[in-house]
Nanobody, 119 residues
Framework: QVQLVESGGGLVHAGGSLRLSCAAS????????MGWLRQAPGKEREFVAE????????RYADSVKGRSTISRDNAKNTVYLQMNSLKPEDTAVYYC????????????WGQGTQVTVSS
């Protein structure tokens, strides 16, 4: 059974930092692209960041670029999202997702972890 389990969310003051983790199990994700997406209350889910498989190339949403870093440890089947200089508008449920190398859509999703940034 494939599972993605996020952790590391919480309540933080504006300007603070959080490191989200996503532990994958049930198959090897080393060649998959792994992404973070978020959904704020009353808003649609939006892309945050993605890291490719073996090469590890990254891309970010403009809203988090320069403040966030996505990384992965394939030996641990884990992907991370380091978020710095957090803003109240970063408040959302953050989801980890995986997509196959040539796929356009994410196939596997985690249950989400809440990030709340207070002003």
């Amino acid at each position: 059974q494939v599972q993605l389990v996020e952790s590391g969310g919480g309540l933080v003051h504006a300007g603070g930092s959080l490191r989200l983790s996503c532990a994958a199990s049930g198959r090897t994700f080393s060649t998959d692209a792994m992404g973070w997406l978020r959904q704020a209350p009353g808003k649609e889910r939006e892309f945050v960041a993605e890291i490719s498989g073996s090469v590890g190339s990254t891309r970010y949403a403009d809203s988090v670029k320069g403040r966030s870093t996505i990384s992965r440890d394939n030996a641990k089947n884990t992907v991370y999202l380091q978020m710095n200089s957090l803003k109240p508008e970063d408040t959302a449920v953050y989801y980890c997702a995986a997509r196959f190398l040539l796929a356009s859509e994410y196939k596997y999703w985690g249950q989400g972890t809440q990030v709340t940034v207070s002003s």
